[in-house]
Each structure stands twice: as C-alpha cells, then as structure tokens.
C-alpha cells in the first residue's frame, strides 16, 4: 500500500534477470489529495509519489525498490558467492598469472602447499574479498593447466584468468589546448547542437555545487594531481600524504603517464568558479587515484581489483571505472560485492564497440550487482553516440560523452578539447560527479535510494528508448530537486501549498477517476520554494497532484 493506494507490481524473469515493472517512473508526485464535497470537511487521501506514462525498470537483481510518500524502503535479496564462468580462456587475459579464491574454512597450509608444489607464488591476497588470491605462474605452465590443477584440488572457491582491461576512450588525433564550451553541462544549441541537450548544470548549481566531503575513487591511468583545476580537488591520505595507490607499480605514485584518468577526473570534479580552464560537475570532492591501467591504457583484472581493495578500504564513497573488459571474473564481481555491502556506488562505462551487451556483454557493466551504475554515451544533439554500446537491460542510463573538454596531462596548465575526444569512458565521469553531489544532499540515503533517485530523474529520449534501462539521460538539476510535497491547507474554497524547492516550475493536475489527468495551472515556487493552490473548480470529488515541470 502506498498513502492507502495499493499500486500493482509484476514481477519478471528475463534473460537471467529478475525485473520488477512499475507503471511509474519518476519522483513526479509526492502527495495526491482527494477531496470529498459531500463531507462536512475536506477528506484527504494520500494516493503516490510517482507517476508516468511508460513504466521504469530497475534491472539489477537486487535492485528492487518500493517508494512510499517521499521515500523508500528497499527490499535486498541476499547474495550468493560469485562463482568462475565458463568458456573462461575465450577472452584476452595474461599469460603470467591467475585469481583464486580459497574455500572457507580451508586449511591455509594445504593450499600454500599446493602453491608450493606447483611453483606457483602468492603475489598478493585481498582478505576483504574473502581471501581472493593473485597468483604468479611458474616459467613454462599454461593458464589452462594452472586453472586445471588449482580446480582439480577441490581447495580453492574458483580459479580463473587475470583478463585484461583496457580504457573505454576514444582519442583524437590531434591535441590541442582550448579553454572550449562545455555543452554537456549548458547547451544552448551552439556548435550545431540541441537546445537543452545537456545535464541541466547550471540549474543544478543553484541546489548544491559541493561534495566536499564524498571521496570518488577514479580507477584509471592515474590522475595528474598537480593540475590547477584538480590539485585543490585531490583526496589526500592522511598515513603517507599520497593522493592513492599505482598497482602497475605496486606503490602509492599514482600520477598519470597516459592521460585517460586525468581527462576522467576533470569532467567529474574540476574545481568550479576559480576563473581557470573547465569546471567538474562537482566543484568541490575529494578525488583519490587508484592508477590499475598502465602508459597504454592497458591493465588486468588483479590490478583492477587491487585498486578496488584500496578504495573500498581508504574510505571511498563512489568508484568510477571507465574501463571495460571482454571477460567475466568472479573475482572482480566479489571484489564490487564487497564495495556493495559497504554502501559504496560503483559507475562503469558501457564500453565504445557500437554493441548490443545484453547479447555480448562488457565488464563491469554487466555484473549483475545492484550498486553498479552502467553508463552509454549521448551527443550534443541526444543522440545515442555512434560507438557507445548500450543494452536494454545492462546500461542503465546516458550521459554525454561526445565532443569533450577537460583537463589534461601533458602539463599542470593544459586542457584538451577536440571534436575527436569521445567515449562512455567520458560519459560515466558526469554520473559519478553527479552520485557525489547528491550523496552529500541526501546523505542517509543507502545506495539503492540514491540509484533509485538517479534514475528516475532521467530525461527520456526517443534516441535512447529500447537503449538502456530508463530510456533517458543524465538529468543533474532533476537528481538533485527535493521531493515535491503537496500540504493541505483550507477545505471552502479546497487550498494546498506546493513545496517543491526554490524557483522550481511545477504543473498541477486534476482528475476525478485517477485515470485520466488534466493540466489546471501552471506556477513556479518562489526562493522559499513554495507556492499555493487554490481550487475554483466544482465537481463531485476530485483528486489533485502536483509534478515538475517538463
């Protein structure tokens, strides 16, 4: 029941998936009164909080979320240990080395014996994951015999490859420095673009410009954390003074020697209004590096766990991986796992092969594990980027991801801009700058609210319908607008106020069947954030509700 109004669910299995359908999807409504003329007093009923015309799904397994009057009770299924995959040889993965993960109450001795016997050496162990071991093979032993010999043992959970990972960028050609027009964050058609095709930043900035206080790992090539519009932005360890962790080199230097992770780091937490090249979509966060791709983009799922470990255990709030990889491991699936029951929101790229990755997937994006985050890339114009993958089930949102600008590199000055910079790996930053903003507006909201809220804040579009999850785009000023609640003021002639936050333009409905709406007014809420609402209509009963505005 919902306010006394039992609104149908359905539940469905498809593709290995379980969906729960809902016929609203959005934060549309807060409070939906009825009015009975024929009492002596006005009778209020409180029907939704939602409402829309095409029906929203969450599509992560433990993603099932019920909203009621405002906020949200979240219903978790529990989670069985990720178990190895099968084909498991079939993706690109290093010759050198395997994962492991010891059964439970195994003795250690047994398995170290095993190691030994082999020729094998423990490069490291992850305690946090369940003991999840990196293992070095000795000179001359295939990865197909190692995973035999380590499966054959009846000692350990799974044995799989260390698959490799690569960024999820497209470069340009030619770098040049510009200080550009950021369009994703206001675009007002310049540049051959779409009127309003942007995130709604400078709307959003009017709620909230700071997350001063929410880390946002970047797993990525490493991060120049001396750049002028980063350095006030970079998380500091407060144990040796570094600003993360570089599992190619096994040690806390995790500056950038490629590019891709600074350029990841500008989009989502440039410092904003300093006067100086590009603004994040946070202007104040706490960036920590976790450098796991090397000088060419390229790293393998241990690095990428190593520096999961170290995010998850150094106080990280949200992750953001704009990588991929063809191969599914159990091993990263228990390393977000573990993020996941520390309340930690993990974004992932969708990847950049123009694919369909509910028929072929891409990893990380397609653990079916409800704090991921799946982002495809959108364009100046809304349209689905040309090679953003995208999924109706595995990519849960858009963002844009064309055409970028940010901060770059080469020096502490330089900022790269180029019709040529383009991938979901630029898309996903927006969504992660995004997560942070509004961890530090609603911050007793658990990950799935805040996934939930997300989510329902899209802009959909007919580009993007079948495409992802919510058939829509990021939507910044919309996943940081409060709830719109409607309170009852006077009964002759019936009167409400709308609270809605400030300067906010809302449209109020009526309906006398609950079926059928129509639009009576039209009024923006003034710095206070309310308006009233004053009925003039006569009718038997009527209902009211009150949503955001187009």
């Not at 919902?2 to 498809?14: K, M, T, Y």
């Not at 029907?47 to 979320?65: C, D, G, K, Q």
């Not at 799922?301 to 170290?310: G, K």
């Not at 950049?352 to 364009?379: K, W």
Request: charged share 15%; aromatic share 8%.
């Amino acid at each position: 029941m919902i306010g006394g109004c039992e609104c149908a669910q359905s539940a469905s299995r498809s593709g290995g998936r379980w969906h729960r359908e809902w016929p609203f999807s959005g934060f549309a409504i807060n409070l939906l009164l009825r009015l009975g003329f024929a009492t002596a007093a006005p009778h209020f009923q409180c029907e939704s909080n939602l409402v829309a015309a095409t029906p929203l799904r969450f599509n992560r397994t433990m993603r099932i979320h019920r909203a009621i009057a405002g906020s949200f009770v979240v219903l978790c299924l529990s989670l069985p240990a990720a178990t190895a995959q099968p084909d498991a040889l079939k993706a690109p993965h290093r010759a050198d080395r395997i994962l492991v993960m010891p059964k439970v109450d195994q003795d250690t001795g047994e398995l170290n014996r095993l190691h030994a016997r082999g020729g094998s050496k423990v490069l490291k162990s992850f305690p946090g994951i369940r003991g999840l071991q990196v293992i070095q093979l000795p000179t001359g032993e295939s990865v197909a015999g190692a995973l035999a010999r380590y499966e054959q043992s009846g000692l350990v959970e799974f044995a799989e490859p260390d698959y490799e990972i690569h960024a999820a960028a497209t470069f340009p050609n030619d770098l040049y420095f510009t200080n550009g027009t950021l369009w994703a964050l206001n675009n007002t058609g310049q540049s051959g673009g779409t009127p309003d095709a942007d995130i709604d930043a400078p709307e959003a900035w009017d709620i909230r410009t700071s997350a001063s206080n929410i880390v946002v790992a970047v797993l990525d090539t490493g991060i120049r954390a001396t750049h002028e519009d980063l350095a006030a932005n970079m998380w500091t360890n407060v144990l040796d003074g570094s600003h993360g962790w570089n599992a190619i080199a096994t040690n806390n230097s995790s500056g950038d020697d490629q590019g891709h992770g600074t350029l990841v780091a500008g989009v989502l937490g440039a410092v904003g209004n300093n006067g100086k090249g590009v603004a994040g979509v946070a202007w104040q966060v706490q960036i920590m590096s976790g450098k796991c791709l090397d000088g060419s983009g390229n790293g393998s799922d241990s690095t990428l766990i190593d520096c999961i470990e170290y995010a998850r255990t150094n106080g990280a709030h949200i992750i953001n991986a704009s990588l991929d990889s063809a191969g599914y491991s159990a091993a990263v699936s228990n390393a977000i796992v573990a993020c996941r029951n520390a309340g930690i929101l993990f974004v992932a790229s969708a990847g950049n092969n123009g694919a369909d990755i509910d028929i072929i997937p891409r990893y990380p994006s397609c653990y079916d594990i409800d704090n991921i985050v799946s982002v495809a890339a959108s364009t100046r114009t809304d349209a689905l980027w040309s090679s953003s993958n995208y999924g109706a089930t595995n990519v849960d949102l858009a963002a844009p991801g064309a055409q970028m600008c940010s901060t770059f590199f080469i020096n502490d000055t330089f900022y790269l801009n180029s019709t040529s910079l383009a991938g979901t790996s630029m898309a996903a930053p927006y969504v992660a700058g995004t997560l942070a903003l509004m961890k530090a507006k609603f911050p007793t909201e658990a990950h799935q609210q805040i996934i939930a809220r997300l989510l329902a804040a899209t802009d959909p579009l007919p580009s993007l319908a079948g495409k992802c999850v919510t058939g829509g785009r990021l939507n910044l000023r919309k996943a940081l607008s409060p709830d719109i609640r409607l309170t009852p003021l006077a009964a002759s002639p019936f009167q409400f106020s709308v609270a809605a936050g400030p300067c906010r333009q809302c449209v109020i409905e009526t309906s006398t069947n609950l079926l059928n709406w129509t639009a009576v007014a039209t009024n923006t809420t003034s710095t206070n954030g309310t308006f009233l609402f004053t009925n003039n209509l006569v009718a038997p009963a009527q209902f009211f509700r009150a949503a955001a505005a187009p």
